[in-house]
């Protein structure tokens, strides 16, 4: 969902632990990329808070707080 | 006590050697700095007295550098009992001048300490002797009356009056680094023939060591003879005695002089920028001084949590992760602005990897419960801030907080004057419980009682936080420690509060 499918598989292959490779560029993707536009969606209610400059803006509507 | 000079030419410098010195401090932040100077230098001989801590350290130029809490930092030339005053004027100028007279050899000693210390290495010694053969030049009667006339403009010139006698330093505007220069005029005179006749006046004026004197007095001195006049006076002794000249814009050397009735004291400051410039900070908030100082009471530890849900600028967060990198640190805001700027800050710093920011109301955090392991945050106040005149938002945003922290977690607020007085309850305890309590600002005596790390909470304190916690239940928050401090024209309140479980321990 990071823009990188094409790097990693969709789903953990089996023995994951010892694929070199594939831990490199899930370190890459959860430690070094820094999201600069996008948006963060909570699981449960699936409301989107968007992300500017490298900033999530997780301000709440009026209607929300 | 008169500082023993250093030999000069004792080639590179060793960090061993201990030195006098002192810094100044913005009130309410002495003590704070007389345990850092302890704690990060291994300082000895510390004396704190109102602005300023003394001390003994055997610390080279990069350490001295790191000092968090200090406004400036001076090597310490002398420091005497305050100057008897009498009505007698001439005398007492008599005496000031005194303070400051020596021999040229001991002026040159401490310069060749002092450019150590600063890190101009190498060609100390060297300008030490054309300095003395300077001297000497000078003073075997080069005075004609055009070179008199230039002296007494100098004169003039050269005073720079700083009668702050009220807390909080001014900050010096920075300048244009000159060692550049400094090494061409030295060079220059280093082929000068070393012949003590034949040279020309105009030529020597440029090449001679120029200097400042910065000159501050308050108390009984001050009614007497101002600072401009004491300034002035040193300046002429000086020019006759070591043949210097007076620069007041880019002078090599700046001697700082400050009488009161504390103390008489002489000092030249090693580094040209106050040490509150951090060169890590691209706009600056809150004082960096005040900013680190909160930090040092939050009892951050490796892997430690630490939020500010009102970051601003991220003044605080940028102090904190300096100093105590092994931590996790999160900044809220409401305004893009501030943000952008925070963010701007962050990465000068360098500091991306260890601060992350959120744009969120302090009000509504979107962090989970108990999730942090300290607050820290400058309570916005004042005019600039229109949503903070109503002290009624207070007990909101203390709610998130102490939500999110976990127990035992500590809680460091910076709250102003004002804030303090809406809650009445609040000063009137503090001025009752104890009289040396910080609320009016009196900072003699709360230098031995400010730093309380541990949760033994005075009296003072209970009453403190008692009262303004009462309104709503924020049982769980237990006061552990009030400073007061100065934040140039206005002084606030540094609040420390800590966690603790329903059975009321942590």
């Known amino acids: ?31 070094e990329v820094e999201v600069l536009e996008g948006s963060l969606q909570c699981p449960d209610s699936g409301r989107r808070f968007p992300i500017s400059k490298g900033v999530p803006n997780m301000l709440l509507t009026e209607d929300e707080a | 006590e008169a500082v023993p000079p250093l030999r000069p030419g004792l080639g590179k410098m060793s960090s061993a050697e201990p030195g006098r010195f002192f810094c100044t401090a913005g009130r309410g932040l002495e003590p704070f700095l007389a345990r850092e100077v302890r704690a990060r230098l291994g300082a000895t001989e510390v004396d704190c007295v109102s602005g300023k801590v003394f001390f003994r ?24 009992s305050p100057l ?61 009356t055009a070179s008199k006339r230039q002296k007494m403009e100098q004169v003039r010139a050269f005073v720079s009056e700083e009668c702050q006698v009220e807390a909080g330093e001014r900050c010096v505007a920075p300048e244009r680094m000159s060692s550049q220069e400094c090494w061409i005029e030295s060079e220059t005179s280093s082929e000068f023939p070393s012949k003590g006749s034949g040279e020309n006046p105009t030529a020597n004026e440029k090449l001679s060591f120029s200097f400042r004197v910065s000159c501050r007095c308050s108390g009984a001195i001050a009614k007497i003879l101002t600072s401009q006049e004491i300034g002035r006076a040193i300046g002429i002794a000086l020019v006759k005695q070591c043949g210097w000249r007076a620069d007041l814009r880019d002078p090599d050397l700046e001697i700082f002089v400050h009488l009161n009735d504390i103390h008489s004291v002489v000092g030249i400051p090693l580094f040209r920028l106050p040490l509150a ?10 004082r960096s001084t005040v900013a680190w100082a909160m930090a040092s009471l939050a009892e951050i530890s490796a892997g430690a949590l630490v939020l500010d849900p009102m970051c601003g600028l991220g003044t605080i967060l940028l102090e904190a992760a300096k100093e105590w990198p092994e931590a996790c640190y999160w900044g809220a805001d409401i ?69 999110v922290l976990r127990v035992g977690g500590t809680v460091v607020l910076l709250l102003s004057q004002d804030l303090r007085k ?30 309380r790390v541990h949760g033994n909470s005075s009296s003072l304190a209970h009453g403190v936080g008692e009262s303004f916690l009462s309104s709503r239940h924020f049982g769980s928050l237990v006061p552990d420690g009030v400073y007061a401090v100065s934040l140039g024209k206005t002084d606030a309140f540094i609040h420390k509060y800590r966690k603790v479980s329903a059975a009321g321990n942590w």
Request: glycine share 6%; with cysteine.
């Open chain 2, 84 to 144: 008897p005053v009498s009505g007698n004027r001439g005398k007492m100028l008599h005496e000031i001048k005194n303070l400051v007279i020596e021999e040229p050899k001991y002026w040159l000693d401490i310069i060749s300490v002092w450019r150590r210390l600063c890190g101009h290495e190498g060609k100390a010694d060297d300008v030490s002797q054309e300095n003395t053969l300077a001297l000497k030049r000078k003073s075997e009667g080069e005075t004609n």
């Open chain 2, 422 to 451: 809406l809650t009445d309850g609040l000063t009137k305890c503090a001025r009752s419980d104890s009289p040396e309590a910080t609320a009016d600002g009196n900072s003699e005596a709360a230098p031995a009682k400010a730093l």
């Open chain 1, 1 to 31: 969902k990071l823009g990188h499918p094409s790097e990693l598989p969709p789903e953990p292959v089996p023995n994951y632990e010892a694929d070199e490779e594939f831990l490199r560029r899930l370190h890459h993707v959860l430690l």
């Open chain 2, 277 to 286: 410039n951090r060169e890590y900070i691209k706009t600056a908030g809150l």
């Open chain 2, 57 to 80: 350290a055997a610390a080279g130029p990069g350490e001295l550098r790191k000092l968090r809490s200090a406004e400036r930092l001076f090597l310490l030339l002398k420091k005497h």
């Open chain 2, 335 to 403: 305004s893009d602005s501030q943000l952008e700027g925070a963010d701007g800050n962050i990465r000068t710093a360098g500091l991306m990897d260890k601060i992350e920011l959120l744009k969120a109301s302090v009000k509504a955090l979107p962090l989970p419960s108990e999730s942090f392991d300290s607050v820290i945050s400058d309570i916005p106040f004042g005019k600039k801030f229109k949503i903070m005149n109503d002290a009624q938002l207070l007990p909101d945003i203390l709610q998130e907080m102490e939500r």
